[in-house]
């Protein structure tokens, strides 16, 4: 899944600018691999990183690949640790594009690191609570735990996800 979601220029909804160039560096044609691995801006976002990863001069045919190859060096305990941290911070980065993107909000990658670190430990405590508590931050950047509960008599909870895909032009909802 290299292709990024984007509107295609016949059909944006609210005129919001999309480019298909890489919105870190403006020179490359983004996509998954160089927006979170190759880009000049995730090269020094990776070698800043806990890891000194060194993203440049280097070739993966695919963002897979990368990945496959970071995640198979690493130990067992390792992967327990590492591989949540290094989900969430490509979330962050992830996040940090749209938000350039769909909101012209400059990010600073050492801001992405706390939101990813912040975000792995949130993902830790819930997986030792043992529970289905969800958590999440208050105005004052409290964590909050939360969990499932059944909607009240007469309502109905749905959850909804959507994606897109660009080769296609085809994109597809669900509802659970
Ligand atoms: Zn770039």
Redesign the pocket.
């Given at each position: 899944m290299e292709g990024l979601p984007q509107h295609p220029p016949h059909k944006r909804p609210f005129d919001i600018k999309v480019e298909s160039?890489?919105?870190?560096?403006?020179?490359?044609r983004?996509n998954l691999l160089?927006?979170l691995v190759?880009?000049?801006?995730?090269n020094r976002f990776w070698f800043a990183s806990l890891w000194c990863i060194n993203t440049c001069g280097r070739e993966w045919s695919s963002f897979m690949e990368w990945w496959m190859s970071i995640t198979t060096l690493l130990g067992e305990q390792d992967k327990q640790d590492v591989i949540p941290l290094l989900a969430c911070t490509l979330w962050e980065l992830w996040k940090s594009r749209n938000n350039m993107l769909f909101n012209g909000e400059c990010c600073d990658w050492n801001r992405i690191w706390e939101l990813g670190i912040r975000l792995a430990g949130d993902f830790k405590e819930v997986q030792q609570s043992n529970s289905l508590a969800t958590v999440s931050r208050d105005d004052g950047g409290s964590c909050v735990a939360s969990c499932w509960q059944h909607p009240t008599m007469g309502f109905i909870k749905i959850n909804v996800d959507a994606s897109y895909r660009k080769e296609t032009n085809s994109g597809a909802s669900g509802a659970v």
């Open positions: 160039s890489c919105v870190f560096c403006n020179k490359e983004e160089h927006l190759t880009c000049s801006f995730a």
